[in-house]
């Protein structure tokens, strides 16, 4: 179940999160993955260093602050939390029968790589 927090970061927190994150080094996501997983994981996570884990230990310190987080998850810990990024994807580019052209709906199974 997903539960949307709001109020989590000011405004300006936010900006400053959001310029520390720009400025980090990512890799390719399927690196951490499991086998069956890496083959169609498409993200990219934070490398880790001490910017990184400033990021990180702002972003934990916000979360067991807000009682709706708190109230949902009922946290004791994290065990480990990442910075990760997702880059636009077109239908086309998930599902290679997307870009015939046709009046009807494409529907994709299975991987498309």
Do not use: W
Not at 22 to 33: I, M, V
Not at 83 to 95: G, H, L, M
């Amino acid at each position: 179940m997903f539960h949307a927090l709001s109020g989590l970061f000011d405004a300006p927190t936010l900006a400053a999160l959001r310029e520390a994150v720009a400025g980090l080094d990512f890799e390719d996501g399927a690196r951490t993955a499991g086998a069956l997983a890496a083959r169609v994981k498409r993200n990219a996570q934070a490398k880790p260093s001490p910017a990184r884990d400033a990021v990180l230990k702002k972003a934990e310190a916000a979360l067991m602050a807000h009682p709706g987080f708190v109230s949902a998850a009922v946290p004791k810990a994290f065990v480990r939390l990442i910075v990760s990024r997702y880059e636009a994807r077109t239908a086309a580019s998930i599902c290679p029968r997307a870009r015939r052209s046709s009046t009807r709906p494409t529907r994709c199974t299975g991987s498309s790589r």
